[in-house]
């Protein structure tokens, strides 16, 4: 549970900038997610950030995120979502989805590795890339996430 506190204020650190900035949608996940802040989010800044937020949630550090742990990850989400209130929940819902058990386990094995957790961020960063320039800005939230079917 620790862990769940922990992720849950460095998701919600970043943001206290944004609250003047609460009209554009996806202004909320290009804070988290774009490592360099240039208002862009690449596949290796999406690797290295769900590398981390791995960490955070393997509780028992064996390298996977089993069922359990994704039970704790799924709310983390939500919570996340959820203080966001209403806007742009479409599109986060969207952005959300992509971190699902069953969008990162590769293997169909129950469970997810670090390997697959990171391993499928460019194709997630592909999926929410709206207007396909390789980079997620709040511009491709705008666009309602884009025409990218998964």
Do not use: C
């Not at 620790?2 to 996806?26: I, M, N």
């Amino acid at each position: 549970m620790t862990r769940y506190l922990a992720l849950a204020l460095a998701l919600a650190l970043p943001t206290a900038p944004l609250l003047a900035q609460q009209g554009r949608p996806g202004a909320h996940f290009v804070e988290n997610w774009d490592l360099d802040g240039d208002g862009k989010v690449t596949a290796k800044e999406a690797a290295e950030r769900r590398a981390n937020v791995f960490a955070a949630f393997d509780a028992n550090e064996d390298g996977f995120l089993d069922a359990e742990e994704y039970v704790l990850f799924d709310e983390a989400r939500e919570a996340d979502m959820a203080a966001q209130g209403n806007h742009g929940r479409g599109a986060m819902k969207r952005a959300a989805d992509g971190m699902l058990l069953e969008r990162n386990d590769v293997d169909g094995d129950g469970k997810v590795s670090l390997e697959e957790f990171t391993g499928t961020a460019a194709d997630w960063i592909a999926w929410l890339d709206g207007d396909k320039d390789g980079v997620v800005t709040t511009a491709d939230f705008g666009r309602g996430m884009g025409a990218g079917k998964n």
